[in-house]
């Protein structure tokens, strides 16, 4: 007898299925979505221009698709409101996204670029306040 859990599967995982079929919007939503937590949040990660440069990385078409796979999970991770660890709770709240943040570094070390990380930097200069500028 099979396990009736296991029926849903058994078609294949489609992402539409989950995200909806409008890519155009899904993209629009991840990119403001980053932007702007990445605006609110990144001067209280340890991996702040490497979570930035992730994400051009992502944005740049030379980058293999499996890549993209893992950042964009990486990235929907850290900008998705339901986490492990709730991102407001003190000094806690960003260690699952930290976690998540650096295996996906990890895996795709050798695929971001120094371009990516020039990026990255730029971006940060610009849109980023330093801690205690106000």
Same mark, same amino acid.
């Given at each position: 007898? =099979?396990? /009736?859990?296991?029926?849903?599967?058994?078609?294949?995982? /489609?992402?539409?299925?989950?995200?909806?079929?409008? =890519? $155009?919007?899904?993209?629009?939503?991840?990119? =403001?979505?980053?932007? $702007?937590?990445?605006?609110? @949040?990144?001067?209280?990660?340890?991996?702040?221009? =490497? #979570?930035?440069?992730?994400?051009?990385?992502?944005?740049?078409p030379? #980058?293999?698709?499996?890549?993209k796979?893992?950042?964009?999970?990486?990235?929907?991770?850290f900008? +998705?409101? +339901?986490?492990?660890?709730?991102?407001?709770?003190?000094?806690?709240?960003?260690?699952?996204d930290?976690?998540?943040?650096?295996?996906?570094? #990890? $895996?795709? @070390?050798?695929?971001? #670029?120094?371009?990516?990380? $020039?990026?990255? /930097?730029?971006?940060?200069?610009?849109?980023?306040?330093?801690?205690?500028a106000?």
């Amino acid at each position: 007898m =099979e396990n /009736r859990w296991l029926i849903p599967f058994k078609k294949g995982v /489609r992402p539409e299925d989950y995200v909806g079929h409008d =890519e $155009a919007r899904n993209e629009h939503v991840v990119r =403001e979505g980053f932007l $702007a937590k990445a605006k609110r @949040s990144l001067n209280r990660l340890p991996l702040a221009h =490497e #979570t930035v440069a992730l994400y051009f990385c992502l944005l740049d078409p030379k #980058t293999p698709l499996w890549v993209k796979g893992i950042v964009g999970a990486a990235l929907a991770y850290f900008i +998705l409101p +339901l986490d492990a660890i709730p991102d407001f709770l003190p000094l806690a709240g960003f260690s699952d996204d930290a976690g998540v943040l650096a295996a996906a570094l #990890t $895996a795709v @070390s050798a695929h971001i #670029t120094d371009e990516h990380r $020039a990026r990255a /930097r730029a971006w940060m200069a610009v849109e980023i306040i330093p801690q205690g500028a106000v």
